[in-house]
Nanobody, 125 residues
Framework: QVQLVESGGGLVQAGGSLRLSCAAS????????MGWFRQAPGKEREFVAT????????YYADSVKGRFTISRDNAKNTAYLQMNSLEPEDMAVYYC??????????????????WGQGTQVTVSS
């Protein structure tokens, strides 16, 4: 079983930065593709970014490309999402997700096997 716990959310002004962390309780973290999704009030959960098992490949939603960076530390069983130049439109609950597989170009929620509880990101204008 895999447990994911997000942290690092909070309140930030537009233009500011936050770094989210996702700590995984799993024996072989390096076997998992990791991803971040977000869900704003009244909207469906949407893809943000994924990272390959080794960390060598990443994939981003167009809306965050160039502003967000996904990374991972397999020695610490942790994935990260560095968010810069935050906009009010980025405000949402951010979820960490994990899937057993290889491809990073997967953006559907049903493609992921495990989910965290979410962390709130609030961006004030």
């Amino acid at each position: 079983q895999v447990q994911l716990v997000e942290s690092g959310g909070g309140l930030v002004q537009a233009g500011g930065s936050l770094r989210l962390s996702c700590a995984a309780s799993v024996r072989t973290f390096s076997n998992l593709v990791m991803g971040w999704f977000r869900q704003a009030p009244g909207k469906e959960r949407e893809f943000v970014a994924t990272i390959s098992r080794s960390g060598g490949n990443t994939y981003y939603a167009d809306s965050v490309k160039g502003r967000f960076t996904i990374s991972r530390d397999n020695a610490k069983n942790t994935a990260y999402l560095q968010m810069n130049s935050l906009e009010p439109e980025d405000m949402a609950v951010y979820y960490c997700a994990a899937r057993v597989g290889f491809s990073v170009q997967v953006i559907g929620t049903t493609d992921f096997n495990y989910w965290g509880q979410g962390t709130q990101v609030t961006v004030s204008s």
